[in-house]
Each structure stands twice: as C-alpha cells, then as structure tokens.
C-alpha cells in the first residue's frame, strides 16, 4: 500500500484510527494534540467517512493530517479533498499522477466545504456586486 | 426562436458539465483498457446515467424539474438517431432514457448533450437524483411560487457533492408550489411543500421517509415550516444524518424511509434540528440577491389576457366529439385568462407508455414552437406538457398533435396507463410491464366509455421496486413471476394527491398475464355499477370496501 501526502513534512504524531461507524462528535479529549487521524473506507462504496471528515475539519476545527485508508480509489479524490482529507493509501496504479491533478479536475463547485474553494454561487454574488458598485 | 424562460446556464454551469464529461471519457477508456475493474466503474458510471439492461446499456438523461426548450428537444432527438434506435422513453422521474447505447459512445453522447447544457449527471447510483417537480409550474392556476426555483437551487447544490456521492442508497427529492400536489412528494426520499402561512410568508413543509419499492411508506412531516433561505442548510444536515446512520449492511434496508421507520420521525427531527443548529446561517444560507437571480430566470413569458371564449373553438367542440373530450381532460386551466396548459398524450391506444421517436419529438418541439413559447416539460406521468398555449389556438394544436399520434384525449384516464420498462428492457423486473399496458390500452381505446368510466389511474411495475409507482395507482398492477410464470398482482385504492395519499391493498390471488385485460374489466363494471353522482373509481372503492370487486374479479377470471 503506497502513501501520498500533500503535506510530507507534516508530524504524523499522536495518530489516532478511527472506525466509519464512531460518532467523531463524541471523540472529545481524545483528540487534543493529535497529529494523524486515518479514517477508514471498508468499501468504496461506503462514504459515510466523508461526513466525518466534514465534522472533523469544520465542526471540531482539526487541523493535524487527515488520512484516507482502505478502499482508496483515484476517482474518489476529487470528493476526498473537498472533505479535508489531505494524505491517501492506495495501492492503484496512477493514484500519484492523479492526485495531482484532482484539484484541478474540476474548476467550479457548486458547495461551500471547509477546503475554502470558492463557490460558483459565491463568484456569481462577487461579480454581481462589483458591477453594482 | 422564443427566448427560454426557465434557468439557462453561465459559464460556471457549462465549465462544470463540460469537465464532467472529460472525466467520465477518461473514466471509459480506464474501463476499456481494463484498468478498472466492472465492480470499481460501475457506481462511476451510474452517476453519469450510464445503467446496464437485459440487452444493452441505457442512457438517462436528466430534464431538471421536467423543463426543456425546443432547442433541447430537437438536440435530444438527433442524439437518439445518431447514438441509439431514434426514439426515446420518457420516465416517471421526469428523465429521457436511450435504451440501445454503445459503452465507446456514451462520452460522445453525453458531450453532445453538454452542447444543450444538458447532462445525465446522477440520474443513477446512490446519490441524490435529479429533482422533479410539479409538470405545470409556472403556469398553474393553482400555483403559491414557482417549484423549479428551488429544484434549480437543489441541483446545484446537489451536483458532485463531495460528502453525499457515496450514501447508502439513492435519495430523491421533489417540490410543489401547488396545494393540488402534482409532483407525489409524500412518496419521495425527501418531498418539499411551497405554502404560505398565517403572516403570508412563504416556506416549506419538510417530508421525509417516503417512497414505494419493495417498503412503501407515505412520508411524515419532518419540518412543518422551514424558511426559504434555510432550505439547503436543511437539506444538508438531512443528507447528512442519513449518511452517518442510514443502514449499508442490506440495500433493501437503505433507503431513508427505514431510517425514519426504525428511530421514528421524533428521533430523526431531533438528529436533523441538532445538525441543522450547528450549521444554520452559515455558508449554505442563501442570499436574497442569489434566490433572486435564479427567480429572475423562471420570470413567466408575458402572456397576455385573451378572450377565454372563442368561436372557433366553441364550434369545433360541438362537431368534433373528440375534441370536446380533448378539452375536457387534456386542457387545464392556466393562470393567465384565454390561456391553457395542454398535455399531449404518450400513451395513444396500443402504444408503450411514454416513448416519442426522434420525429415525434421533433414535431412535439415545432407545436412549442408555434404555440407554447419555446417551451416543452415532460410529467411524471410520461406525457409531453405545453404549458402556455392561448385558447384561441387550441384546434390548430390539438390538430397537430393528431398528426403526430399524440392528441388521445385521455389524460387522467383509464389508458393513461404509467408503466416501466419491465422484462422487455429490464434486468430486474420478474415480469412484463408495457405489453399489458398494451392491452388494456387497446381494450379500453374507446374514448367515450373513458371519459364515461372517468378519472383512473392504472399503475404498472413489472417487480417489486416499483419503478411503475403501482403502490399509488387506484388500480395497481404487479408482476411477479411464479415458477418461471408471469403473474400480476392487482391493488386498489392508492393515490398520490395531497392529502389523500394511500398505498394501494392487495385484492386477492395474482392473475396469469391473459387475464389482467378481463379482470381490470371486471373491476371497471363493478365500479359503474355501485358508482354514486360525481364519485371517482377510487371514490366508490373507498366507500364500498374491496368485497364487492373482489367477488366480481375472482368469479370472472
């Protein structure tokens, strides 16, 4: 199983595994200090560790790596990202030639998430704005 | 050509739709080159309308709250003669489904839809689906706001959404601005309500958990009154407690309604309304001048009062007995005076439900063209609506749509029949669906006896997922297959009207497939029979019980 990290040089220290059926909202002090957080995709299929993902990064303000594990696949990336997962294990060929490129992919989105991207629906209320002013 | 009135796409729609298809192009080639496994591409090519059936793949496109310009229309036909057999099926969920589809072909047809900013971006796999709404939006008589508005706001919010493209099962969602409920959204994952409240403002009542398939449920109220701008905050804090606990460890267990069903709507509220407090005014509120912007684009076309009586077609209507029927039950009421909504009828005798070959299509988009401001919506019953045409131009429309087989007036009829594919295309269907909608078609073609016997709706699925919505058909009809023969299972008394919804009842044993003809006949006459001054099929049903038809079925077949 191969590793890709955006951030190489980032502590990996404390790392804590969660499962995709845990409530991350009752995680508490559990998570003070940690560094790694590995959430867990039995199946591709099974997207319930985006939600948790979210509440992590935007509900519960984690900052440390955020690492997807198991069924990792290169076309889930594109959604990985936006969820504030920001390190991968994937043993699919192409993964690293592809995770260069996920952000890439594709240059609107339409919802507002924790990785800070810019809206279609919010460039619209900028344009609107600066003709207005 | 007439300028649309309804939602056009910016760039930022366009650059989307168009990255989407270079993506699925380069997903097909991984397909192709064996790189990705058929279990890895099949949830990637679903939720770019791509379906494997009995014979061949399927395309499904998405015609957002049911709304086409001509334009799209014409591009939807050339799609169906260069990349299929030049026709096309139009479904309950408001969708065009290809049925002969080529897998090295699927990008150049989904690209050639993006040149009409179309696309068939999750119309399968467990994701949220294309949003319905009401057929005659905008146009209605009986309308409080403009549903596609917020079906419009929905699909953006809903396309590619990073935390929602995995959820346990698919999710659908659908919107009415009328208190006359034309768009079933108590049998929807998630059914949204326009209606005004005492200090005239104007919100949504909140449904979940209803829906048909194998578990059919009626939806209970979730949010009695939610705030427009709040809608999508909402949304999301639904989806997302449906993605954390909606159950994945058996997919006819998966859909929210078992959620709903299994921790109650208390519990359910309770977990939304938590959710819901955390993220509230945030980013997902929606901005007036945002909500404002897309209304702007769903302004009505600038109809003006006409006279409502007209010579012509008070004449026509006195020598053309099949125009008068026509008038009866294909014409409604439009909110404009000396205007109409017309439906066209996908269903003439003996016809597969809801299919239109490419020429039909084409010849659907020219009547819009002359009489109906560019503009074309497909129901959910699978017939063809053109909502602004002025009175005075009936005979010429009606007249038009003879020639192109489309002018049965039997709307809300007997024969008006919804059926899905069924075993002639289906890979999950136990039996039939389209050739016993066939005959009873052709049993019942004669339009005075249909407006005689008067409003029916005979609903077709040919399994248990009930793609044929038969829970909600006063008469429903299901196959089953029995030792390797199609049977069909009968029910009555279902609707989908706003506080009326009622899931059907099973009337006894399931009849081989050459007698659904003599039974449905049975149940017809003991209708007729028992029928009171102004009492619809279902009426008389609910006020005389099942023994009656029963008895009359079971002693005929």
Same mark, same amino acid.
């Given at each position: 199983?191969?590793?890709?990290?955006?951030?190489?040089?980032?502590?990996?220290?404390?790392?804590?595994?969660?499962?995709?059926?845990?409530?991350?909202?009752?995680?508490?002090?559990?998570?003070?200090?940690?560094?790694?957080?590995?959430?867990?995709?039995?199946?591709?299929?099974?997207?319930?560790?985006?939600?948790?993902?979210?509440?992590?990064?935007?509900?519960?303000?984690?900052?440390?790596?955020?690492?997807?594990?198991?069924?990792?696949?290169?076309?889930?990336?594109?959604?990985?990202?936006?969820?504030?997962?920001?390190?991968?294990?994937?043993?699919?060929?192409?993964?690293?030639?592809?995770?260069?490129?996920?952000?890439?992919?594709?240059?609107?989105?339409?919802?507002?998430?924790?990785?800070?991207?810019?809206?279609?629906?919010?460039?619209?209320?900028?344009?609107?704005?600066?003709?207005?002013? | 050509?007439?300028?649309?009135?309804?939602?056009?796409?910016?760039?930022?729609?366009?650059?989307?739709?168009?990255?989407?298809?270079?993506?699925?192009?380069?997903?097909?080639?991984?397909?192709?080159?064996?790189?990705?496994?058929?279990?890895?591409?099949?949830?990637?090519?679903?939720?770019?309308?791509?379906?494997?059936?009995?014979?061949?793949?399927?395309?499904?496109?998405?015609?957002?709250?049911?709304?086409?310009?001509?334009?799209?229309? +014409?591009?939807?036909?050339?799609?169906?003669?260069?990349?299929?057999?030049?026709?096309?099926?139009?479904?309950?969920?408001?969708?065009?489904?290809?049925?002969?589809?080529?897998?090295?072909?699927?990008?150049?047809?989904?690209?050639?839809?993006?040149?009409?900013?179309?696309?068939?971006?999750?119309?399968?796999?467990?994701?949220?689906?294309?949003?319905?709404?009401?057929?005659?939006?905008?146009?209605?008589?009986?309308?409080?706001?403009?549903?596609?508005?917020?079906?419009?706001?929905?699909?953006?919010?809903?396309?590619?959404?990073?935390?929602?493209?995995? *959820?346990? +099962?698919?999710?659908?969602?659908?919107?009415?601005?009328?208190?006359?409920?034309?768009?079933?959204?108590?049998?929807?994952?998630?059914?949204?309500? *326009?209606?005004?409240?005492?200090?005239?403002?104007?919100?949504?009542?909140?449904?979940?958990?209803?829906?048909?398939?194998?578990?059919?449920?009626?939806?209970?109220?979730?949010?009695?009154?939610?705030?427009?701008?709040?809608? *999508?905050?909402?949304?999301?804090?639904?989806?997302?407690?449906?993605?954390?606990?909606?159950?994945?460890?058996?997919?006819?267990?998966?859909?929210?309604?078992?959620?709903?069903?299994?921790?109650?709507?208390?519990?359910?509220?309770?977990?939304?309304?938590?959710?819901?407090?955390?993220?509230?005014?945030?980013?997902?509120?929606?901005? =007036?001048?945002?909500?404002?912007?897309?209304? +702007?684009?769903?302004?009505?076309? /600038?109809?003006?009062?006409?006279?409502?009586?007209?010579?012509?077609?008070?004449?026509?209507?006195?020598?053309?007995?099949?125009?008068?029927?026509?008038?009866?039950?294909?014409?409604? /009421?439009?909110?404009?005076?000396?205007?109409?909504?017309?439906?066209?009828?996908?269903?003439?005798?003996?016809? =597969?439900?809801?299919?239109?070959?490419?020429?039909?299509?084409?010849?659907?988009?020219?009547?819009?063209?002359?009489?109906?401001?560019?503009?074309?919506?497909?129901?959910?019953?699978?017939?063809?609506?053109?909502?602004?045409?002025?009175?005075?131009?009936?005979?010429?429309?009606?007249?038009?749509?003879?020639?192109?087989?489309?002018?049965?007036?039997?709307?809300?009829?007997?024969?008006?029949?919804?059926?899905?594919?069924?075993?002639?295309?289906?890979?999950?269907?136990?039996?039939?669906?389209?050739?016993?909608?066939?005959?009873?078609?052709?049993?019942?073609?004669?339009?005075?006896?249909?407006?005689?016997?008067?409003?029916?709706?005979?609903?077709?699925?040919?399994?248990?997922?009930?793609?044929?919505?038969?829970?909600?058909?006063?008469?429903?009809?299901?196959?089953?297959?029995?030792?390797?023969?199609?049977?069909?299972?009968?029910?009555?008394?279902?609707?989908?009207?706003?506080?009326?919804?009622?899931?059907?009842?099973?009337?006894?044993?399931?009849?081989?497939?050459?007698?659904?003809?003599?039974?449905?006949?049975?149940?017809?006459?003991?209708?007729?029979?028992?029928?009171?001054?102004?009492? +619809?099929?279902?009426?008389?049903?609910?006020?005389?019980?099942?023994?009656?038809?029963?008895?009359?079925?079971?002693?005929?077949?």
């Amino acid at each position: 199983m191969a590793l890709f990290r955006l951030n190489p040089l980032a502590p990996q220290e404390p790392a804590l595994s969660i499962a995709n059926t845990d409530d991350v909202l009752q995680l508490g002090d559990r998570l003070k200090g940690v560094r790694l957080i590995a959430l867990r995709f039995p199946k591709f299929t099974d997207g319930r560790a985006y939600s948790q993902a979210r509440l992590l990064r935007e509900r519960l303000g984690y900052g440390g790596e955020l690492r997807a594990t198991g069924a990792v696949f290169l076309d889930q990336l594109p959604f990985l990202l936006r969820c504030g997962f920001d390190s991968f294990e994937s043993d699919q060929k192409g993964f690293g030639p592809a995770l260069a490129k996920a952000r890439t992919l594709f240059s609107v989105v339409y919802q507002p998430t924790g990785d800070g991207r810019a809206t279609a629906g919010q460039l619209r209320l900028g344009r609107r704005n600066s003709v207005a002013a | 050509m007439p300028d649309t009135h309804f939602y056009r796409y910016d760039d930022y729609d366009r650059a989307l739709v168009a990255e989407r298809v270079e993506q699925f192009r380069d997903q097909v080639q991984r397909r192709l080159a064996g790189e990705l496994t058929e279990e890895q591409f099949k949830p990637l090519r679903l939720t770019n309308g791509l379906y494997l059936q009995l014979h061949a793949y399927m395309l499904r496109i998405a015609i957002p709250y049911g709304t086409l310009s001509t334009r799209q229309l +014409r591009h939807l036909a050339a799609i169906a003669r260069k990349y299929d057999r030049g026709y096309g099926h139009f479904t309950t969920r408001q969708n065009l489904q290809l049925n002969w589809i080529k897998l090295e072909q699927a990008p150049d047809a989904i690209a050639m839809l993006a040149e009409v900013d179309m696309h068939a971006i999750q119309t399968s796999g467990n994701v949220i689906r294309n949003v319905t709404a009401d057929h005659f939006a905008g146009a209605a008589a009986d309308e409080i706001e403009d549903p596609r508005v917020w079906c419009e706001i929905i699909r953006q919010w809903s396309t590619l959404h990073p935390e929602f493209s995995f *959820l346990p +099962r698919k999710f659908k969602i659908a919107i009415t601005g009328s208190p006359n409920d034309r768009a079933a959204v108590r049998v929807h994952d998630i059914g949204l309500r *326009l209606w005004a409240n005492e200090a005239g403002e104007v919100g949504f009542e909140v449904i979940v958990g209803g829906g048909l398939g194998r578990t059919p449920m009626i939806g209970k109220t979730l949010r009695e009154f939610l705030p427009k701008d709040e809608l *999508l905050a909402y949304l999301e804090a639904t989806l997302r407690v449906y993605n954390r606990y909606g159950r994945r460890d058996n997919i006819y267990k998966a859909r929210i309604k078992i959620l709903v069903h299994e921790i109650g709507v208390e519990k359910m509220r309770a977990e939304v309304e938590a959710e819901y407090a955390a993220t509230k005014d945030g980013a997902l509120k929606l901005a =007036p001048e945002t909500i404002e912007a897309i209304a +702007r684009q769903f302004a009505p076309p /600038p109809l003006r009062p006409k006279r409502t009586k007209v010579p012509e077609v008070e004449a026509l209507k006195l020598e053309n007995r099949a125009f008068a029927l026509w008038l009866k039950s294909n014409v409604a /009421p439009h909110r404009v005076p000396g205007h109409a909504i017309v439906t066209a009828s996908l269903k003439p005798a003996g016809a =597969p439900p809801g299919d239109a070959s490419a020429a039909q299509m084409e010849g659907v988009a020219d009547i819009a063209d002359a009489f109906s401001q560019g503009e074309v919506r497909v129901s959910h019953e699978q017939n063809l609506v053109f909502p602004h045409v002025a009175v005075e131009s009936l005979p010429e429309v009606y007249r038009a749509l003879e020639r192109l087989g489309f002018a049965e007036a039997n709307i809300g009829k007997i024969t008006d029949i919804i059926a899905c594919p069924g075993l002639d295309y289906c890979a999950l269907a136990n039996a039939r669906s389209i050739p016993v909608a066939q005959r009873i078609s052709n049993h019942f073609a004669e339009l005075s006896r249909q407006h005689d016997i008067g409003d029916l709706k005979i609903k077709i699925s040919g399994c248990i997922n009930a793609c044929g919505h038969h829970h909600v058909g006063h008469i429903g009809i299901l196959g089953v297959d029995k030792n390797g023969v199609e049977l069909y299972q009968l029910s009555l008394g279902g609707d989908v009207d706003f506080g009326r919804t009622a899931l059907g009842t099973i009337l006894g044993p399931a009849v081989e497939a050459d007698k659904v003809v003599e039974a449905v006949d049975a149940l017809v006459a003991t209708y007729l029979e028992a029928r009171q001054a102004g009492e +619809r099929f279902v009426d008389t049903y609910r006020r005389i019980g099942a023994a009656p038809f029963k008895e009359r079925v079971y002693g005929a077949v």
